[in-house]
Structures are given as C-alpha cells and as structure tokens.
C-alpha cells in the first residue's frame, strides 16, 4: 500500500547551525528526550515501508524559524515537503507566507494555538487581524495546519472557515475529540464540521489510540466522520517521534483501527488526501 507520513518531525543536532527557540520559551519533552534528525527518519520510513512524508516545524523546539526542514527537504529531495510555523499576527504576515512558499519554499504552513507547551487553547488564529494571513493563504492555495482542541473555540473556527470558504485547513489530530467518553458523541460533533468544505482532519495516534481501546464501538466514530467528509478530506500522520511508539507500530496501530474501512477509503487516508494537499509530493514520486 502505498503510504505517505503526513504529520512526523525532526530535530537537528547542530545547535549551532540550527539552535533551539521554542515557542513560548518552552521545549516539549519528545522534542529533548527522543529526537530524531531527517537523516534518522529516512531510516525509520525505510523500516516502515513508508517512501515519503511531510516534516511538520517542531514548533515547541524551533519556534518560527523554518530553517531545519526546508534544508532537510532541499538535501532529500524526494522524501519530503515541509510545512513550516508562521505568526499571523504579525503586519506583514500575509507578505511573508508569499515569500516563504513556492518553489524550494514551504509546502504548507502551521499555527500552533494548543499543545503540551500550551496549556490553555489560543484564540488569536481568529483575531482580526490575521484576516490578510488567510487571504493569502487562499490565493496561494497552501494548506494551514491548525493545532487547536475542539470545544470554547470550535466557533472561532467555523467564523474563520465561513469567512474563508477557499482555504484547506487540516485539523491536526482532529482537534482532539474526546473520543474516550463517547465515540457516538465525538463522531457526531465532528460530522458537523463537514459542512464547511475546506476543512480537513489529520488522524493520528492521539485519535487512533482512543479509538483502539473503544473496541467495536470504534464504528460509532469513524462511520460519521468518514461519511460526513470522506476519506478524500482526511490524512494519517505518524507524529513520530512525538509519540512514544515505533514508527512501524503507529502505522500498524492505524492500519489495525482503520481495517474497518473500505480499501479505496484507507487509500485515500494513507496517501490520496495527503498528495492532493501536497501536490509536491505527487511531482516527487514521480
């Protein structure tokens, strides 16, 4: 089958060549304790069978200097693209995300709004003035990866995906349903948002793992979601090494939960949603 990693990240181990700021002063512990380079993770994608991925800015080491996946991208050309962290915020946001993609540029950008480094969710993605940052990220068609949790701010993001109908956003790790309190309940919660056509969901272990121990009840979640957007708006992403697991194992743990799909749906999760978002990815491979 073929297989693209749509979420992993890498650290370098040049601190000099490529030093560490986090974003918000603090680094997430997978990002000290196991690291992995982009060399490292060639290996383990060859372990795996997996022939390419996209490198998604370790946020929480580098914050927003994208230096360390475009040049990993530019020395193993064919393996990646990279999606870097960009601040919206900022007057000239729209300007530099122009600069920053294109050719050898970046693939796809990221906002970090929650994570283990940041307790309490941001809304600031919704503020009014980063309008001219998601205008741009409309004209240049660029995928904006959101690391966000679904509840007191789902509604900033409805507003946003209104206002913005043309932009592809990806719902890192679908926003963290809580899928362990009720399947049932979390599908139906997240089918909503299908309305909204440019959105997109990343399933990873942070779901896939809720979803294992639901057992049968596994259905009750991934039935809605997956008719509600189709396969063709949801991508697989490893998190490696942010998850503590192999990377072999996390493929293996999505292929298990997912084995409940259709073989075109699992096509579409594994490697279709991931190369239409990337297109760089198709022109690689081939």
């Known amino acids: 089958m073929d297989v693209v990693d749509a979420h992993c990240h890498i650290i370098s181990e040049d601190l000099t060549a490529y030093p560490r700021a986090p974003l918000g002063g603090k680094q997430s512990d997978w990002a000290s ?12 994608m060859d372990e795996t069978g997996i022939r390419q991925a996209v490198l998604v800015q370790a946020t929480t080491a580098y914050g927003y200097d994208n230096s360390y996946v475009l040049d990993s991208c530019r020395r193993l050309p064919g393996r990646f693209v990279a999606v870097g962290t960009v601040d919206p915020l900022r007057p000239d946001a729209a300007a530099g995300l122009a600069a920053a993609v294109g050719d050898g ?33 409309g004209e240049l068609d660029i995928p904006v990866c959101l690391q966000m949790r679904l509840g007191a701010a789902t509604k ?21 349903p809580d899928i362990a309190a009720s ?60 998850a503590e697991q192999s990377l072999p194992k996390l493929l293996q743990l999505a292929q298990d939960v997912l084995a409940v799909l259709t073989v075109d749906a699992r096509g579409e999760i594994f490697a279709g949603t991931a190369r239409r978002l990337y297109p760089g990815l198709a022109t690689a491979q081939d």
């Open 105 to 137: 540029g970046l693939a796809g950008v990221r906002l970090f709004t929650s994570g283990s480094t940041m307790p309490t969710q941001g809304e600031w993605f919704a503020a009014p003035e980063t309008y001219g940052f998601w205008e741009k990220a």
């Open 33 to 44: 304790s196991r690291p992995v380079t982009a060399e490292g993770m060639v290996g383990r």
């Open 183 to 242: 399947p049932a309940r979390a599908g139906s919660e997240v089918a909503e948002l299908a309305r909204h056509p440019g959105l997109h969901l990343k399933l990873t272990h942070r779901n896939l793992e809720r979803l294992r121990d639901a057992g049968t009840e596994a259905v009750d979640f991934l039935e809605p979601v997956v008719e509600a957007f189709g396969a063709e708006r949801i991508a697989w992403g490893s998190n490696c090494p942010a």
């Open 156 to 176: 900033q993001l409805e507003s946003l995906l209104e206002r913005f109908p043309g932009v592809r956003v990806l719902l890192d790790h679908i926003g963290y």
